[in-house]
C-alpha cells in the first residue's frame, strides 16, 4: 500500500460548519490588529491544510513558495500580506468537487474535468462575500490563467492576469508537479524546475519562473511544516525565506 493509500483512508469528509466557521475567523483576522495578523493567519493555514484536499500540506507549501518568489522580486509588504492570503485559499473551491473526481486515476470525463476547472470560480465566489477578502477573491478565481491566453476561467493574457495570481501558478503548478497524486507520479525537483522553464511564457509568466528559479529552486528545499507558537509582533515575511 502507497503512502498516499494509506492517507486516503483517513481522509474524512469537509465539514461544511468547520469551513464556514474557518471564513469567519479569517474575516476577523484581517480586520483585527495587524500586529497580530501574520502569526495567526499562518496558525488557520495549518486548520485549513487538513480539511482542503489533497489534505498533505499543499496550501502550506504553494504559500511557501509564493512569499519566497515574492521577496525575490522585493514585493511590497502589503502585496506580500495579499499574496500569502491568496495561496492559503487558492484550492478553497476544491471543496465542492467531488473527492472521487479528485482522486480519479482514470482519465476524467468532460463533465468531470469542467467541474475541477469550476473551483477558481467557485472560489471566488465564496470569499468573495467577505468585504476584507475581496483582492484575495480576485487573484484566486486567475490563478490558473495562462500566460498565453488559453487558461480558465476567462482566458486572460499576459499581464492582464494579475501578478499575484502569476506567482502563484508557478507556485502550485510547482508543488503538484513534485507531489504524487492517485493519476500520477510525482516529478524530481529538476524535471518540475526544467517543465516550469519549458512553459515560461506560454503557461508562466518568464518573470515569475526566473524569480523562482533565482530564489525557490536554486537547490531541493528542505522544507518544514511550521509549528504554532507565541506570536511575536516584530514577525516579518522573511521566515518564508528558503533554507537550502
Do not use: W
Not at 81 to 105: M, P, Q
Not at 136 to 145: F, K, N, P, T, W
Not at 205 to 232: N, S, Y
Not at 236 to 241: A, P
Request: with cysteine; proline share 5%.
Amino acid at each position: 500500500m502507497t503512502p498516499y493509500q494509506r492517507r486516503k483512508r483517513r481522509v474524512k469528509k469537509p465539514d461544511v460548519n468547520a469551513i464556514a466557521s474557518l471564513l469567519e475567523r479569517l474575516d476577523r483576522i484581517l480586520g483585527g490588529p495587524r500586529q497580530q495578523m501574520l502569526p495567526q493567519l499562518r496558525q488557520l493555514a495549518m486548520e485549513v491544510d487538513r480539511i482542503v484536499p489533497y489534505y498533505d500540506g499543499h496550501m502550506i507549501r504553494v504559500t511557501f513558495y509564493s512569499v519566497a518568489i515574492g521577496l525575490n522580486m522585493k514585493l511590497p509588504k502589503e502585496d506580500l500580506l495579499t499574496l500569502e492570503v491568496a495561496a492559503l485559499l487558492h484550492d478553497f473551491g476544491k471543496l465542492g468537487v467531488e473527492e472521487s473526481t479528485l482522486d480519479k486515476e482514470e482519465r476524467l470525463s468532460d463533465e468531470e474535468f469542467a467541474e475541477i476547472q469550476h473551483h477558481a470560480e467557485r472560489g471566488f465566489h465564496i470569499l468573495s462575500g467577505f468585504t476584507q477578502l475581496a483582492d484575495v477573491a480576485s487573484i484566486i478565481r486567475d490563478h490558473h490563467e495562462r500566460f498565453d491566453g488559453t487558461g480558465y476561467p476567462s482566458r486572460k493574457h499576459g499581464h492582464d492576469i494579475s501578478l499575484l495570481s502569476r506567482i502563484i501558478a508557478v507556485a502550485d503548478s510547482y508543488d503538484a508537479m513534485t507531489t504524487s497524486r492517485p493519476y500520477r507520479r510525482r516529478q524530481t525537483h529538476e524535471q518540475a524546475q526544467n517543465e516550469l522553464i519549458a512553459q515560461a511564457g506560454r503557461q508562466f509568466d518568464p518573470e515569475v519562473v526566473h524569480h523562482f528559479i533565482d530564489q525557490v529552486g536554486k537547490k531541493k528545499l528542505r522544507f518544514k511544516k511550521p509549528r504554532p507558537r507565541a506570536a511575536k509582533p516584530q514577525e516579518q515575511f522573511i521566515d518564508y525565506v528558503p533554507m537550502c
